[in-house]
């Protein structure tokens, strides 16, 4: 898998990109690609999402065409896209999607980030 470092990008150029490059891996013309990156504030609110969560009225909301509510990306935040043929890897999406969160939140070994508990 190649990994891509794009530092900090728009939320719109970053769709842009996810979606050139899906269709290209589809097509079997790019390879299945990690990109890793950060956006400048924003909040994007998915198909079932409920503006009424919004928590700064000042910060970019961009609707998206997935799953779920209100969600803030910004500055600080490392934000990892997965490029990857699921079914190639035995994956749906739900599976993958899985995947992707358990791996996420798993602590790396040179990494000083662990997960938390959350509050409480």
Do not use: F, K
């Not at 950060?38 to 969560?53: C, F, K, L, Q, S």
């Not at 009225?57 to 990892?80: E, Y």
């Amino acid at each position: 898998m190649q990994v891509v470092h794009c530092g900090r990008m728009d939320y719109a150029a970053a769709l842009e990109t996810q979606e050139r490059l899906a269709a290209a891996v589809a097509a079997g013309t790019a390879p299945e690609t990690l990109l890793l990156l950060e956006h400048p504030a924003v909040y994007t609110i998915g198909r079932g999402g409920d503006a009424a969560h919004l928590l700064d009225p000042l910060t970019d909301l961009r609707r998206v065409n997935r799953g779920g509510d209100i969600t803030w990306h910004g500055p600080g935040q490392l934000v990892g896209y997965p490029i990857v043929l699921l079914g190639r890897r035995g994956l749906t999406c739900t599976s993958g999607c899985d995947c992707s969160r358990n791996c996420s939140s798993a602590p790396w070994p040179s990494s000083p980030c662990r997960p938390s508990a959350g509050p409480g």
